[in-house]
Nanobody, 118 residues
C-alpha cells in the first residue's frame, strides 16, 4: 500500500505563494497519474490539478493560470506551485492517484493546511 505525505502548507497573505509537496512511498509511482485535491471546511473535497504519467497537466478553472502541478518521478514526489493566492484557496490540500472511474488508488494522507488571510 502506497503512503502519501503532503507538506508545504501554511499561512500566507492574499497574493502570496506556496509550494506544496506530496511524497509517495513505493517503487511504481511513475506509472500513475497524480492529482491535487482540496477540502474547505464544510465542503466536499474538490479537484485542483492533475498530471499524467507523461507530464500532461490540467487544472480546475478556479486555479488555472495561478497554480502549476509538476512531478519528479526519481523522488516519487508531486508538487503544486501556488501563486496569487486568494482567501478562497484556503483548504486542506491532498494528493492521490485518480482512477478514471472517479475513485482513487490509495488511501488519503493527512493533507496539508493552506490558509490565505491578511
Amino acid at each position: 500500500q502506497v503512503q502519501l505525505v503532503e507538506s508545504g502548507g501554511g499561512l500566507v497573505q492574499p497574493g502570496g505563494s506556496l509550494r506544496l509537496s506530496c511524497a509517495a512511498s513505493g517503487r511504481i509511482f511513475s506509472i500513475y497519474d497524480m492529482g491535487w485535491y482540496r477540502q474547505a471546511p464544510g465542503q466536499q473535497r474538490e479537484f485542483v490539478a492533475r498530471i499524467t504519467n507523461g507530464g500532461l497537466a490540467n487544472y480546475a478553472d478556479s486555479v488555472k493560470g495561478r497554480f502549476t502541478i509538476s512531478r519528479d518521478n526519481a523522488k516519487n514526489t508531486v508538487y503544486l506551485q501556488m501563486n496569487s493566492l486568494k482567501p478562497e484557496d484556503t483548504a486542506v490540500y491532498y494528493c492521490n492517484a485518480p482512477r478514471y472511474s472517479g475513485t482513487f488508488y490509495w488511501s488519503w494522507g493527512q493533507g496539508t493546511q493552506v490558509t490565505v488571510s491578511s
